[in-house]
């Protein structure tokens, strides 16, 4: 049941699959392009009630500091890509980028739930309870292949990328990168992708019986 839109609705979502491999294991090879930030994998708890999130701290290493992984995707294709965040103590924003900020990235202010710049096709955030919001960057590829293709930052101010002070952190978890034009609902990956078969609501008589009759009318 979904509650989006303040009210409860049947959520009917069509086929998609997760690319990004591991999608809540930030420690993994696939996201080897992680650069000036280190990673305490499962050490907090998550939007799930588990601790299964990661702390994702400022070191120090690289100006720019950036959490980015491989995924497969296509030139010209429309890409989201999602992920739960939760601002622990950065005084600045966060982003979310396909290859570049400047050209497909999309900033966001973990402590009012605002959006910044947006440079890509478009950016949404969603608070979930105890302070988590799920953030989405939609992107057009520029960039194909099976590289680093997408990745989180860390920046003071809004529309930059660089990051000053010391050990400053948010808590992450569950990536996703998804071809189409909005976030569905969060595919857990653990060392492959995953695809959601499509729902489907179907009405029909159940036997001989006329519980359901299709030539007056089915109310879902």
Known sequence: IDYTNGEPSILLE???????T???????????????LTVT??????????SNASTVTQ???????????????????????????????????????????GGTG???NLDDGSIGTVNSVNATIQKYPNNWYRITNTFV????????LAFL???DTNGNTALTGSNQSVLAYGAQLEQGGYATSYMHT???????NEDKALYAGLGTTDTFNDSEGVLF
């Open 14 to 20: 069509e086929s998609r699959t997760n690319s990004i």
């Open 22 to 36: 591991y999608s809540n294991d930030f420690t993994q090879s696939p996201w080897s392009g992680t650069q000036g």
């Open 41 to 50: 994998a499962n050490n907090a708890i998550s939007p799930e009630g588990i």
């Open 59 to 101: 070191n120090g290493t690289n100006t720019n500091p950036a959490l980015a992984t491989n995924a497969s995707i296509t030139i010209g294709q429309t890409y989201t890509f999602s992920m739960f965040v939760k601002n622990v103590n950065l005084n600045g924003f966060v982003r979310l980028s396909h290859v570049t900020s």
């Open 106 to 108: 999309c900033w966001f």
């Open 141 to 148: 590829a520029t960039t194909g292949g099976n590289s680093l």
């Open 153 to 155: 930052g860390l920046s």
């Open 190 to 196: 653990s060392g492959s992708t995953f695809t959601r």
